[in-house]
């Protein structure tokens, strides 16, 4: 909605760098596991920190492909290094969600290691759901079968495809991305910052580990009653 407008911006300044794509793209990573990392910093401070790191992390990841696509420089490792980086940033920012409501560094009571627990969970399910989709490539190539249309992704059941486009005008998945993610993250420390404790946190939490549950399984159900392996 607004990176696209900035990055525009930054690229004439890193086209006549030697600094390549894939470096760019390592960079996102690096600076998408940091912005994870950060979230162990207790209090507001520890938020904020994370939601900049992921704006940066989100125009690191716009100007990777336009400086590729400048230089005519685009690979298929790029793509690849873009995906492995999507699942490692997304699965720290989730993981450090859920390691901040354990509040270790305060408490060790074993019952709080529950939030590290579900925010694990929410990280898993948010790298089964891209998975997901990698997957269904992965099964057309090696039966011999050509890449998989638009087309082939609306369920043959109309009731399901009722339901996905439900989900879709909802647009609750996007809450496990990163970007939307570090915003809740943010949201819910401003809260707590005003209660005092981590209630919202945790709230957070539980939530973002449930949309994920549910949206894995409800992402498998559409491939498989779609057209996408057939």
């Known amino acids: 909605m607004y990176m696209r407008e900035i990055s525009l911006h930054i690229d004439p300044y890193l086209v006549n760098t030697k600094i390549t794509p894939n470096q760019l793209t390592y960079l996102m ?11 162990l910093i207790p209090g507001l401070p520890g938020a904020i920190i994370t939601v900049l790191l992921f704006q940066l992390y989100l125009l690191l990841d716009c100007v990777d492909g336009e400086v590729a696509r400048w230089r005519k420089q685009t690979s298929i490792t790029g793509v690849y ?13 989730l993981v450090g969600f859920g390691v901040r409501g354990a509040d270790v560094f305060h408490h060790n009571g074993a019952t709080n290691w529950m939030w590290a627990f579900l ?12 998975a997901e989709t990698d997957l269904v490539d992965v099964a057309r190539q ?13 369920p043959r059941s109309s009731g399901l495809a009722l339901a996905r486009r439900l989900a879709a ?17 943010l949201a819910v420390a401003i809260a707590d910052f005003i209660l005092g404790d981590l209630f919202f946190t945790r709230l ?18 559409s491939i498989l009653a779609s057209s996408r392996l057939k």
């Open 142 to 154: 090696r039966s011999g079968l050509p890449a998989v249309k638009d087309e082939a992704s609306v």
């Open 204 to 221: 957070g939490i539980a939530v973002l580990a449930g949309i994920a549950i549910v949206q894995t399984f409800l992402h498998l159900v």
């Open 119 to 130: 925010g694990t969970l929410a990280a898993l399910g948010a790298i089964l759901i891209k």
């Open 81 to 93: 290094l873009d995906r492995v980086g999507h699942y490692l940033c997304e699965a720290a920012l």
């Open 29 to 39: 990573v690096v600076v998408g596991v940091i912005g994870g990392a950060t979230l």
């Open 169 to 185: 005008a909802l647009n609750f998945h996007r809450l496990v991305g990163g970007i939307e993610a570090s915003l809740v993250i």
